[in-house]
Each structure stands twice: as C-alpha cells, then as structure tokens.
C-alpha cells in the first residue's frame, strides 16, 4: 500500500517563505504532485518532481528525495491569496491513479 | 476550452437510497477518475475508468460502482447510502499513460446523507 504524511497545519506571514514537507510508504511510483485547493473548490495542479531534485514553477517549487522518502512544497513570497490547503500526492507504478496524502492548511496573515 | 463538469454540485439523499453522479471530462481526455473527499481530509480513490473499462480501484465496497460512455463521460453510483458516504465527490480527468502527476479536477458533487 501506499501512505503519505503531511503536517496538518502551516502558519505564516505575508511575504514570508513556507515549507510543506512530505512523507511517504510506497513500494514504487513514478512521481510527486503537489496540489492546491481552496475551500470548497477542486484542486488545482501546482508541481510534479518525477526525478530527484528541484523543480521550480514561479514563486512555487517541489524537491524529492527518493533515498528519503520524502519531499516538499516551498512557498515563497507569501500572499493572502495562498491561504488554502495542500496535498501532496504520488502517481502509482501500476497506473496513473494519483494517491492524495490529508492534506496541510496553510494560513497566510498580514 | 471546457473544463471538467460535475453535475449535480449538490444533492440530499437519506440512508439507504441509491445516487449516480455525472462528470464529462476535459476535451480530448478519455481518462476519468473519482475520489471522494470527507471534511478535513484529502481526495480518496475511488476508482478509474478507461475505454470504457474500469482500470483501477481503490478500496471502496461494490456499494461503489461507475461507468464511461463512448464519448468519455462518466458515472459514479453508490448504492444503499450511509450516513458516512456524505462527502464532496470529485471527477478527474487525464490522458492515459503515467509520468505527468496532472489531473484535472471538477468542482465535486457534495452529497450529504440524512
């Protein structure tokens, strides 16, 4: 089976840089998501690390580690707008259902 | 360019009924998957469809059963309704084929059982 850990809350300020860590148990999988969503709404596609290393989208970026099991979501320049939750998924080997973890809210304060 | 569509956004239903929720995925996707979302907690598979055939499933009960049509569509059934099937189910579509992580996400039916 597969299993993913996030911390279920984030604090910062505006302006400020965030990390969001990711832990994980999978026997295999081809890559890491990461997704945004606001309240109510559908998540949104932000990143996705197939190799180890950095991957840099704006002021988002996503590293992986697979000797660690573990990843992350970097946040820089913190807006209000950021304030949402965060989910870090993998894509399984055996197909390309993605696995969600539970999820961390990120609330961002002036 | 039309997203992933969901309908309906919201239903009632009472234990023991039965519900089938729609989803047309993004043009030129043939690839459709479900989760559903509890509060507070993140997307659970729930299964996915490809040429019409169910590709992959999570471990939801056969209460849990879902169709594609020829033109991509989808259906989410669920039988015989419990209170803890009250969640927000979401459609995703993608291409087949791994190594991309996408998908892309309807706004969700939310259920809630009475």
């Known amino acids: 089976g597969q299993s993913l850990e996030q911390p279920s809350e984030v604090t910062a300020v505006e302006g400020a840089i965030v990390q969001i860590n990711c832990t994980y148990q999978?026997?295999?999988?081809?890559?890491l998501s990461w997704y945004q969503q606001h309240d109510g709404g559908a998540p949104t596609f932000l990143s996705y690390n197939a190799l180890d290393g950095l991957e840099e989208t704006g002021r988002f970026s996503s590293f992986l580690s697979r000797s660690d099991s573990y990843g992350y979501l970097l946040l820089q320049e913190l807006q209000m707008k950021d304030s949402a939750s965060y989910f870090c998924a993998v894509e399984g080997i055996s197909g390309t259902a993605l696995i969600f973890g539970k999820g961390t809210t990120l609330s961002v304060s002036s | 360019d039309a997203g992933v569509t969901q309908s309906p956004t919201h239903l009632i239903k009472t234990r023991g009924q039965q519900v089938t929720l729609r989803c047309s995925p993004k043009?030129?996707?043939?690839?459709v998957s479900w989760y559903q979302q509890a509060l507070g907690q993140g997307p659970q598979f729930i299964f996915q469809?490809?040429?019409?055939?169910?590709?992959q499933r999570g471990n939801f009960p056969d209460r849990f059963s879902g169709h594609q049509f020829p033109n991509y569509s989808s259906e989410l059934n669920v039988n015989a309704l419990l209170l803890g099937d009250s969640a927000l189910y979401l459609c995703a579509s993608s291409l087949p084929g791994q190594g991309s992580g996408e998908l892309f996400f309807g706004e969700g039916s939310r259920l809630t059982v009475l």
């Open positions: 469809y490809y040429e019409e055939e169910e590709r």
């Open positions: 999978t026997s295999g999988f081809y890559g």
């Open positions: 043009s030129g996707h043939d690839t």
